[in-house]
Each structure stands twice: as C-alpha cells, then as structure tokens.
C-alpha cells in the first residue's frame, strides 16, 4: 500500500504563494496518479489537480487554472501543488490522495471515489 504524508500548509497573505508537498512511502509510487483535494469547513470535499503516474498529463479544477501547479517526482516519490495568487477562498485543509493506474493516460479522475489511498490532510489559510 501507499502511505501519503503532505506537509508545507500554513498561513499567508492574499496573492501570496505557497507550496505543498505529499510524500510517499513504498517503492511503486510510480503506478499511481496522484490528486489533490481540498475541503473548506462546512463544505464538501472538492478537487483540485491531478497529475498522471509519469507526470505527462495534468488536470485542473477551474477555480484553480492558471494559478495551481501540481507537478512529481518520481525519484523522490513527492506530488508537490504549488499555489500562487491565493485567495481566502483557497482556505482549506488539503489532501492529496493516490490512484491505481495500469498505464500513463490523460484520463484523470476527479472523483473522490476512485483514489485508493489519502493523505492525512494539511491546512491552509489565506487572509485578506
């Protein structure tokens, strides 16, 4: 099995920049895709990226476009999301979660429901 550990959340001011990190344990980091969900209080779990298993493909949440930046390293067994131009609406605590995948696709999930392990989650808070 995976075990996800992300590290990195904290506080910062609106239109700052922050990046998390998830590390991973177990030698076949490389068969999963890696995402990242977040979960506001009071709210429901929602996505946020996703990267393949060799990191050719991404996916965006439209909130997030052209602000977020999920990215690996396989020889590291790290999933990083950089964010940048925060917003308060980004306060959240984030998870970052792996899915079992055969192959290197551009078919990235986006439902919780499909990814096999999570991490713990880590918080972080944007003020204004």
């Known amino acids: 099995q995976v075990q996800l550990v992300e590290s990195g959340g904290g506080l910062v001011q609106a239109g700052g920049s922050l990046r998390l990190s998830c590390a991973a344990s177990?030698?076949?980091?490389?068969?999963?895709?890696m995402g990242w969900f977040r979960q506001a209080p009071g709210k429901e779990r929602e996505f946020v990226a996703a990267?393949?298993?060799?990191?050719?493909?991404?996916k965006y949440a439209d909130s997030v476009k052209g602000r977020f930046t999920i990215s690996r390293d396989n020889v590291k067994n790290i999933v990083y999301l950089q964010m940048t131009s925060l917003k308060p609406e980004d306060t959240a605590i984030y998870y970052c979660?792996?899915?079992?995948?055969?192959?290197?696709?551009?078919?990235?999930?986006?439902?919780?429901?499909?990814?096999?392990?999570w991490g713990q989650g880590n918080q972080v808070t944007v003020s204004s």
């Open positions: 979660a792996a899915d079992f995948v055969g192959y290197e696709s551009s078919w990235l999930r986006s439902g919780e429901n499909t990814y096999d392990y």
């Open positions: 990267i393949s298993r060799s990191g050719g493909y991404t």
């Open positions: 177990g030698r076949t980091f490389g068969s999963y895709a």
